[in-house]
């Protein structure tokens, strides 16, 4: 009896292993995707009036253009960008970008004229407004102090990588 039963369950499994079903051979009927498409498409010759695309000029590059290669030659020659070890001041931290964005414009217009940049920054899961790229301590200070006489009360000094000029 024991062996009928082994019997029976072997032929259930080899019959449910077993499939009658043909597999399915590919189309080769069917073309590619990329032929039904046309790629030869020049947007100069879109007859739009939304849109204007202005061709280039291979003629050579203008008066202007050529003054203003000549100085960033010799910006470059006179100075380098670093990146250093140095302080920025913030003023703002806070979940909301729009507000973040309008403390910044404020801070980027009252601090235009001591030439020192606002940031913001995203540290998850704040927007932080920054401002300055300096390298001491001393004039960090000094940028906090300003700022605050502008109503950032909150005002502290951070560590921080900037960027500045370096003869």
Do not use: W
């Amino acid at each position: 009896m024991r062996y009928f039963v082994f019997f029976i369950i072997v032929s259930f499994f080899i019959a449910g292993c077993a499939s009658s079903k043909k597999s399915a051979e590919p189309d080769v009927s069917v073309q590619p995707k990329s032929s039904k498409y046309d790629e030869s498409f020049d947007p100069l010759t879109l007859n739009d009036n939304d849109v204007v695309i202005q061709k280039k000029e291979s003629s050579g590059a203008s008066l202007d253009e050529e003054k203003t290669e000549i100085e960033v030659d010799e910006i470059k020659k006179s100075s380098v960008i670093r990146e250093l070890d140095g302080y920025r001041v913030q003023i703002l931290a806070t979940k909301d970008i729009e507000s973040a964005t309008m403390v910044q414009q404020t801070a980027a217009s009252q601090f235009k004229t001591m030439d020192h940049k606002v940031y913001i920054v995203f540290e998850s899961p704040q927007y932080k407004v920054r401002i300055g790229d300096v390298v001491t301590r001393n004039e960090a200070e000094d940028i906090r102090d300003l700022a605050k006489d502008y109503g950032y009360k909150g005002a502290f000094i951070v560590r921080s990588k900037v960027t500045v000029k370096t003869p």
